[in-house]
């Protein structure tokens, strides 16, 4: 075992609690089901689909399977490309940030119930 796979355990040891791995698998799946239920408004929400945002999400989410799932790589460096310390940070930016703005859609137009707008009428209104 070399140096650098010993201090990648070291590091990822105190995240390997129950709580954590069910909360980013959690996180992933309400990001990948925004993704697909609603792809428009959810880009919309988080500020678009731009070349940084979207590989990072994909990228994210992945992570946070992997570690949700309790699979550990073989080899250090994919154990530090899968790393949940870089994954549940954007994880969560983009989860609470994409509710903070459909609860401030909410808010602008009360008749939607869930958050999401119908396809037939606009984001802002006047």
């Not at 201090?7 to 925004?34: C, E, N, S």
């Not at 073989?74 to 954007?90: E, N, T």
Request: glycine letters at 4%.
């Amino acid at each position: 075992m070399s140096n650098i796979e010993r201090a990648i355990k070291a590091v990822h040891a105190p995240l390997m609690k129950l709580p954590l791995k069910l909360l980013a698998i959690a996180m992933a799946v309400v990001v990948a089901g925004l993704v697909m239920w609603e792809p428009h408004q959810f880009a919309e929400a988080i500020g678009g689909f731009n070349p940084v945002i979207a590989p990072l999400m994909i990228w994210a989410t992945c992570s946070a399977m992997v570690f949700g799932m309790s699979f550990v790589p073989h080899r250090w460096y994919w154990q530090l490309f899968f790393s949940p310390i870089i994954a549940l940070p954007i994880l969560i930016y983009i989860d609470l940030y994409s509710r903070f703005v459909l609860l401030v859609i909410r808010r602008i137009n009360p008749r939607t119930k869930s958050g999401l707008l119908p396809r037939s009428e606009p984001f802002f209104y006047n």
